[in-house]
């Protein structure tokens, strides 16, 4: 109940957000206050993967360009800190250790005759689905880093235009 009523708020705020312009004032105001799940939500909208109309996606880059170096720098820095936290290698080890404990546990219970059959496949059914549920997190967060770099390297080509 308590994530539906988070789900619903977090999806208020982004269509409010989708409905406002894109300006150099919201861009500054969004990259300072947002949570780091409603900004990647906020930059896919602006920047999506499937592309968009040119005078959309040229306007969209030159708001980003506006930003003085000290927004660009914080920005850059907070793009640096979602990465981070976002970064796929941790759940790797977590997954293998699942897969790995469950089919030992599998392999060892299924030589001993006093377990029913059905206990071992239905404890196997949690095992995987436990790793589907670690694999899906693992996808989810590998499709939002792509968008965090794209905006990411944006920033950090306009800083440095700024700076020759």
């Not at 939500?41 to 005078?55: C, I, R, V």
């Not at 040229?58 to 170096?69: G, P, T």
């Not at 936290?85 to 392999?107: E, M, N, P, W």
């Not at 792509?146 to 700024?162: P, V």
Request: hydrophobic share 40%; aromatic share 12%.
């Amino acid at each position: 109940m308590i994530w539906n009523l988070f789900k619903q708020n977090r999806e208020a705020e982004i269509e409010k957000l989708k409905s406002e312009d894109f300006i150099k004032k919201n861009l500054k105001h969004n990259l300072a206050h947002m949570s780091s799940i409603t900004l990647i939500d906020y930059l896919k909208f602006h920047f999506p993967k499937d592309g968009q109309n040119y005078a959309t996606h040229r306007n969209n880059v030159q708001v980003v360009r506006s930003l003085d170096k000290v927004d660009l720098s914080a920005a850059i820095a907070k793009m640096t800190r979602i990465e981070q936290s976002r970064d796929q290698k941790r759940h790797y080890f977590f997954i293998g250790l699942l897969f790995t404990t469950s089919t030992t546990f599998a392999v060892i219970l299924s030589k001993n005759d006093s377990v029913p059959f059905e206990y071992l496949l239905v404890g196997y059914a949690i095992a995987v689905s436990l790793q589907m549920l670690f694999f899906s997190s693992v996808l989810r967060d590998s499709y939002d880093l792509s968008d965090i770099a794209h905006f990411k390297e944006l920033l950090i080509q306009a800083k440095a235009d700024k700076d020759s």
